[in-house]
């Protein structure tokens, strides 16, 4: 059963009268900002925005800088869809008049558009303060980016993706820089010595085996 949290100061209460046709849980409180001080968690935020389009917009704002990431499904009129625009930062639209196979649709469409997606965070690491996004070649540490080169962010991708596992300099070469790759092994040496120095305080992450070769050094959070 969906949770659906109406924000509507309308006195006929009829915000979408097609929820009482549907088996969710809907509760209704008013739009205010006091409201969202106490409002019940909710998996869709319906809001009436048929009488007052710019308070509901303002309310749809306040509902984003709040922090509640509930989608939002905002009620209109055919006379005022017009007005409604992308900076409303709203979920979808839908008319008051709409019937209960519609309504259902939506609410389906926009709990479906917020699930988190397996394949965005699979190459997405996050481990010992660092979080490393191969999507968009991004790293960061305790939050801050670091400024990276390509090859730099190719390195610690690497080692993050292999905890603890110890690799040769050659290893490091042929999986970071390829097969193809014609310099010599001193090139891991130069681009680890830059990557701990960008890492600051977990430049001890990447670890030095002597004689054989580096590894990454998995920081228990117990020990921080």
Known sequence: MTRILILSSASDGGALPALDLLPHESRRLPASTASLANAPDADVIVVDARADLAGA?????????????????LVATEGGLAAV??????????????GP????????????????????????????GLTIDESSYSAKA?????DLTFKEFQLLHFFASHP?????????LSEVWGYDYFGGTRTVD????????????????????????????VEDASDS
């Open 57 to 73: 917009k303002a309310l749809c704002g306040l509902l984003g800088t709040a922090g509640i990431e509930s989608p939002i499904l």
């Open 190 to 217: 130069v681009h680890v010595r830059r990557l701990r120095a960008k890492l600051g305080d977990l430049e001890q992450l990447i670890g030095t085996v002597r004689n054989v070769g580096y590894r990454f050094v």
């Open 101 to 128: 196979a519609e309504v259902d649709a939506r609410i389906r469409l926009v709990l479906g558009r917020g699930a988190p997606n397996e394949d965005e965070h699979a190459g997405r690491v996050q481990t010992s």
């Open 85 to 98: 625009g992308p900076e409303w930062g709203i979920a979808d639209v839908v008319l008051d008049a709409a």
């Open 164 to 172: 603890s596992r110890v690799f040769t300099r050659e290893q490091l």
């Open 142 to 146: 305790h939050g801050k980016p670091l």
